[in-house]
């Protein structure tokens, strides 16, 4: 909803303003779009309950060693933004909404691996992670050198990514966890901007967000032939993220 409120109050402003915005002047509202590459980092830690506690501590050890991986995603992003600027004599202070559609899926299995405690018992482990979009609210203050803005931006932003975790044993202990929800957290970053004309300017803009962790629990897959006793597993998995985009505005 205050995502709504402020790109509706943004979109209010720009089709208020009646004249084009004047040369050397960066004040008014814009709107863009905006491409470019993002570097998602993921780390899961997993943590054994119920009758795990029976088990011996080096046999627990291996499994959550194992099953709780960093996991990375490379690949690109596009989007648009919508924003409004206030130039007071050189200095610039700003508001920006953005969405971005982020591509790339991780997922990652390993096993099977035979534990030390048994060797004959190994377990396979498997983990997800899939960003999927951001929408983001930004302050912006930067300075102007001409035709040229050098600027810092800082706000929150919220991520939709669904992530997972499975675990599959060669006695048929088969369990998995998974969540697809919207996280999120703040995002900070700086970029430089350069006018062409009266309405048009580029950018190449830096962008860093921590969309903080999400706790979730296995369960039994049908299928299982062991579950009795109950055993438990709960996975903390975290969501970081490095942009790079370039874009493209028009001012009104």
């Known amino acids: 909803m205050r995502t709504l409120i402020f790109v509706s109050t943004l979109a209010v402003c720009a089709i208020a303003t009646p004249a084009l915005a004047e040369e050397g002047d960066w004040t008014g509202p814009y709107v863009g779009v905006h491409a470019g590459y993002t570097?998602?980092?993921?780390?899961?830690?997993?943590?054994?309950?119920?009758?795990?506690?029976?088990?011996?501590?080096?046999?627990?050890?291996?499994?959550?060693?194992?099953?709780?991986?960093?996991?990375?995603?490379?690949?690109?992003?596009?989007?648009?933004?919508?924003?409004?600027?206030?130039?007071?004599?050189?200095?610039?202070?700003?508001?920006?909404?953005?969405?971005?559609?982020?591509r790339g899926k991780k997922v990652s299995?390993?096993?099977p691996?035979?534990?030390?405690?048994?060797?004959?018992?190994?377990?396979?482990?498997?983990?997800?992670?899939?960003?999927?979009?951001?929408?983001?609210?930004?302050?912006?203050?930067?300075?102007t050198m001409g035709d040229t803005l050098?600027?810092?931006?800082?706000?929150?932003?919220?991520?939709?990514?669904?992530?997972?975790a499975e675990i599959v044993s060669n006695g048929g202990y088969t369990k998995e966890g998974r969540i697809d929800k919207t996280l999120n957290g703040y995002i900070?970053?700086?970029?430089?901007?350069?006018?062409?004309?009266?309405?048009?300017?580029?950018?190449?803009?830096?962008?860093?967000?921590?969309q903080g962790d999400e706790t979730y629990a296995t369960g039994y897959r049908t299928g299982s032939t062991f579950t009795s006793p109950v055993y438990s597993e709960s996975v903390t998995q975290d969501l970081r993220m490095h942009l790079v985009r370039v874009g493209l505005n028009y001012r009104f």
């Open 39 to 102: 570097g998602a980092k993921s780390q899961s830690d997993v943590t054994l309950g119920g009758s795990w506690s029976v088990e011996t501590q080096s046999l627990r050890d291996e499994v959550t060693a194992a099953w709780s991986p960093k996991q990375s995603v490379n690949d690109m992003n596009f989007g648009a933004q919508i924003g409004y600027n206030y130039d007071m004599s050189g200095a610039v202070l700003g508001l920006e909404a953005d969405i971005s559609a982020l």
């Open 109 to 111: 299995s390993r096993g």
């Open 113 to 143: 691996i035979a534990t030390t405690t048994y060797p004959t018992l190994s377990y396979t482990y498997g983990n997800t992670i899939d960003p999927k979009h951001m929408i983001s609210l930004q302050a912006r203050v930067g300075a």
């Open 150 to 164: 050098l600027y810092a931006h800082g706000g929150w932003a919220w991520t939709k990514a669904e992530m997972a």
């Open 188 to 210: 900070v970053g700086a970029g430089i901007e350069q006018r062409f004309g009266a309405n048009v300017s580029a950018r190449l803009e830096y962008s860093y967000t921590d």
